[in-house]
């Protein structure tokens, strides 16, 4: 039953490129997919799934009791799923367990999980942006264990997404060992597209049975078709679903490094401190602690 | 019987054995065909069940609906729903008014939409639209500006001897998220003094006047919306195609999948029909984050003169 990937990221991470990278590469249209219909990919926080499996409101349910369903609603999702069109599940969560051990994501339904992960520095800048907020606010909420999407007393249309601080959300999934993982950064994507995205393919093969994996040229067109450039333009015709009502579009910039234009040298210190042992670990920043420049 | 209270939700009589504290006193008690309300034994499964889910067994006229930790529910026959409390009273009469008595209607043929209502001098005025999207908001809003609300979170729908859709009466209860509230204007000492749904819930129990803001009886649906909100704003009133609006209408009935393994979605297509026969849908769309609600009114009412 291993079928189902997670595609899991801390917000403003490049979750939306991979999905329409993904959904274009499954397609393999002669157009791009359109980003409002993102087939063969899922965000599974909607509440309405919650609501339709469960048969009820769930928004009358404390977090614990509703993380208690997860695991049997992901299993009955995934069988009223049988397609490939929604193979590939989005998730923003830290990877959790319940008080009796069990993954909230289970095993027995994963194929894997693609991790993508985006220095902090340029998460923090973005984040503020999407969620409205001023940039120091983003930099407290990336550093607050307890902090979380459609966290109470907010909740609304999609179910909690907790997420402990950006170093333990990266942690929670690269130090796990229960689901096999590919681990994917940002910075790689966009500097070096097509060995990362060939690597991502090969990691999630079993996704696309019917495809011949060395297709370079169906890599290299889904790509086009993912491009941010591409994403953008269909926002700004059509907009965008999944775009905060907070903020004025969803595809920003997507440029490595625009930190440098946004933060002050007090908020790029905040960040250092708050998530350098991290930031080291995983190439943002190098031995003697200089922040990596990328590109 | 002695320490019995009688009660009318939805267009229902209950006999309670438990204090439905928010639902309005019958005016019928000696009602034959009152549904039962009481403590007891429940099981923990079905044997004979026809569909299992996650959180409920349906079988041929029973649905058990268990909740860990909190309460089980078992709706018999249209006439009866007996629970076991495995948690607080607060949470286990919550359920049981907005999840197991959904499933009681849907025993009865009636149609049981996730929505609120308020009443107008066109009739009910029904707000459908998905988790979050403003259906209780706005119609605390309307209440606020006088209207008299019908219903909030479960709106009952059922046809008249003459095939007029009639939306039932529920509770003098708003149920509001803490945003709602501040969005109303409510402040965070008047928001202490509400009590929340359940213990650990930012939700509240925003009660209205029973006498200046409720309608206590049924009315003739003269609209149904599917709020939706968007990016901009003013608020607009936009028709739902009549290709869409059964589909639609179809979609905001409360436990639709439970309704199915009942048997009882033919007859609620038969009644989402005609209701579409009668009365047209259109979209309220509003501004989603920080929307000025009051601009919803005037829309609304302008909206509803042309009927």
């Known amino acids: ?295 | 019987m002695p320490g019995v209270r009688h009660y009318q939700f939805h267009g229902i009589n209950l006999v309670s054995t438990t204090d439905l504290a928010d639902i309005p006193f019958s005016t019928a008690p000696d009602d034959p065909s009152s549904v039962t309300i009481r403590v007891g034994d429940v099981p923990t499964s079905l044997p004979n069940a026809t569909a299992t889910n996650i959180t409920y067994q349906v079988a041929q006229d029973q649905c058990l609906l268990t909740l860990p930790r909190i309460a089980r529910y078992l709706v018999s026959g249209g006439r009866e729903i007996v629970y076991h409390n495995a948690g607080d009273e607060q949470s286990a009469m919550l359920f049981l008014l907005y999840w197991a008595f959904p499933a009681l209607l849907h025993q009865l043929g009636i149609l049981p939409l996730y929505a609120s209502a308020i009443e107008t001098p066109q009739g009910a005025v029904v707000f459908c639209g998905a988790p979050g999207a403003g259906k209780s908001t706005i119609a605390a809003k309307l209440v606020q500006q006088g209207y008299h609300l019908l219903a909030d979170d479960l709106v009952a729908v059922r046809l008249d001897d003459a095939g007029q859709p009639q939306v039932m009466s529920g509770s003098p209860t708003l149920h509001l998220w803490l945003r709602s509230l501040r969005q109303l204007g409510y402040t965070d000492k008047d928001i202490s003094a509400l009590q929340a749904l359940r213990p650990g819930l930012f939700k509240y129990r925003l009660p209205v006047d029973a006498h200046s803001g409720f309608c206590d009886h049924p009315l003739p649906l003269a609209r149904l919306y599917l709020v939706y909100p968007v990016d901009h704003q003013p608020p607009t009133t936009p028709p739902v195609s009549q290709r869409n609006a059964l589909p639609t209408l179809l979609h905001h009935i409360t436990h639709r999948q439970m309704a199915f393994e009942m048997g009882k979605m033919r007859q609620h297509w038969q009644t989402a029909a005609q209701i579409m026969s009668r009365v047209e849908v259109s979209f309220l769309t509003y501004r989603g984050y920080g929307f000025e609600s009051d601009q919803l009114a005037p829309v609304v009412e302008q909206d509803l003169q042309a009927l």
Not at chain 1, 24 to 39: C, H, K, M, R, T
Not at chain 1, 66 to 85: C, E, H, I, N, W
Not at chain 1, 117 to 123: A, G, M, Q, T, Y
Not at chain 1, 265 to 284: C, K, T
């Open chain 1, 1 to 295: 039953m291993n079928r189902i990937f997670w595609l899991a990221s801390y917000p403003k991470s490049g979750n939306t490129w991979m999905r329409a990278f993904l959904s274009n590469y499954g397609s393999d249209a002669e157009q791009p997919v359109d980003i409002n219909n993102l087939n063969y990919t899922l965000p599974v926080s909607d509440r309405q799934i919650f609501d339709e499996i469960l048969s009820m409101d769930t928004g009358n349910l404390r977090q614990d009791e509703l993380d208690y369903f997860r695991p049997s609603v992901y299993r009955r999702l995934a069988g009223k799923t049988q397609t490939q069109q929604s193979v590939f599940w989005k998730i923003h969560d830290a990877f959790q367990r319940l008080p009796d051990g069990e993954p909230i994501f289970p095993q027995d339904l994963t194929g894997g999980v693609v991790y993508i992960v985006r220095s902090p520095l340029d998460v923090a800048v973005s984040y503020a942006y999407h969620s409205g907020i001023s940039i120091d606010q983003a930099i407290n909420w990336m550093a607050d264990r307890e902090h979380g999407l459609f966290n109470l007393p907010v909740r609304l249309y999609q179910v909690h997404q907790r997420m402990l601080s950006w170093s333990e959300h990266v942690l929670s999934w690269t130090e796990q060992t229960d689901l096999p993982l590919i681990f994917t950064r940002y910075e790689d994507m966009t500097f070096n597209p097509l060995p990362t995205f060939t690597k991502v393919i090969e990691f999630v093969r079993a996704a696309y049975p019917d495809v011949m994996i060395d297709d370079m040229g169906r890599i290299e067109r889904a790509l086009r078709f993912s491009s941010f450039d591409e994403l953008q333009k269909q926002e700004h015709k059509h907009g965008f679903v999944e775009k905060d009502q907070r903020a004025a579009t969803f595809f920003r910039k997507g440029k490595v490094g625009d930190w440098r234009n946004r933060l002050t040298s007090e908020q790029v210190q905040r960040i250092l401190n708050d998530h350098g042992a991290v930031m080291r670990q995983y190439g943002y920043l190098t031995e003697s602690g200089e922040i990596v420049e990328f590109g």
